[in-house]
Antibody, heavy 123, light 110 residues
Framework: QVQLVESGGGLVKPGGSLRLSCAAS????????VTWVRQAPGKGLEWVSY????????YYADSVKGRFTISRDNTKNSLYLQMNSLRAEDTAVYHC????????????????WGQGTQVTVSS | QSVLTQPPSVSAAPGQKVTISCSGS????????VSWYQQFPGTAPKLLIY???KRPSGIPDRFSGSKSGTSATLGITGLQTGDEADYYC???????????FGGGTKLTVL
């Protein structure tokens, strides 16, 4: 069965960095676009970024553009999110998810989600 | 605030029907497929409806989706206490080049 397991979260000071990982199993990872979505405490879902199956196409939310970098290693079935210049408002649970078929980069279906990893930005 | 607009909460009695609306614009709902997600407290969201009205395997037909113009609707019939959860609509926004979500709707089964 499809599994997505996030790791790498923790407590970091404002301005600091963190790298999240997402280990995928149960499907051919290299065939799918994957994405990061976050959820601040008591708030709704906020999309962060996605990356195409080959890694050549990446999109970011305006709120993280220039600070976060999404990447993947298809040989390790893994997705990553490098987060720099972290702010208090980046505090959230970060979920990775597998996207359904995307048509010319248009992706509207998040098929499977991981349980998430907590990121807390505080001094 | 969210790009897509949902009511913060809805409620109905067990066995009844409820609908949750999701309003957007031509750059998102108007020209792209809509998905709906169900989330219980402390757990990951789960895909409930995709491509406006399709149900993934294992989702009961009590859940339905529809779209008209720049709005979408999730319907739930035969409400059960186990349906109490947060529900989110989502789609692609072609102007933002981004996945967008509604703010979420908390369903209470009285």
């Amino acid at each position: 069965q499809v599994q997505l397991v996030e790791s790498g979260g923790g407590l970091v000071k404002p301005g600091g960095s963190l790298r999240l990982s997402c280990a995928a199993s149960g499907f051919t990872f290299s065939d799918y676009y994957v994405t990061w979505v976050r959820q601040a405490p008591g708030k709704g879902l906020e999309w962060v970024s996605y990356i195409s199956s080959s890694g050549t196409t990446r999109y970011y939310a305006d709120s993280v553009k220039g600070r976060f970098t999404i990447s993947r290693d298809n040989t390790k079935n893994s997705l990553y999110l490098q987060m720099n210049s972290l702010r208090a408002e980046d505090t959230a649970v970060y979920h990775c998810a597998r996207l359904g078929p995307c048509d010319n980069g248009v992706c509207s279906k998040l098929e499977y989600w991981g349980q998430g990893t907590q990121v807390t930005v505080s001094s | 605030q969210s790009v897509l607009t949902q009511p913060p909460s809805v409620s109905a009695a067990p066995g009844q029907k409820v609908t949750i609306s999701c309003s957007g614009s031509s750059s998102n709902i108007g020209n792209n497929y809509v998905s709906w997600y169900q989330q219980f407290p402390g757990t990951a969201p789960k895909l409930l409806i995709y491509d406006n009205y399709k149900r993934p395997s294992g989702i009961p037909d009590r859940f339905s989706g529809s779209k008209s113009g720049t709005s979408a609707t999730l319907g739930i019939t035969g409400l059960q206490t186990g349906d109490e959860a947060d529900y989110y609509c989502g789609t692609w926004d072609s102007s933002l080049s981004a996945v967008v979500f509604g703010g979420g709707t908390k369903l209470t089964v009285l």
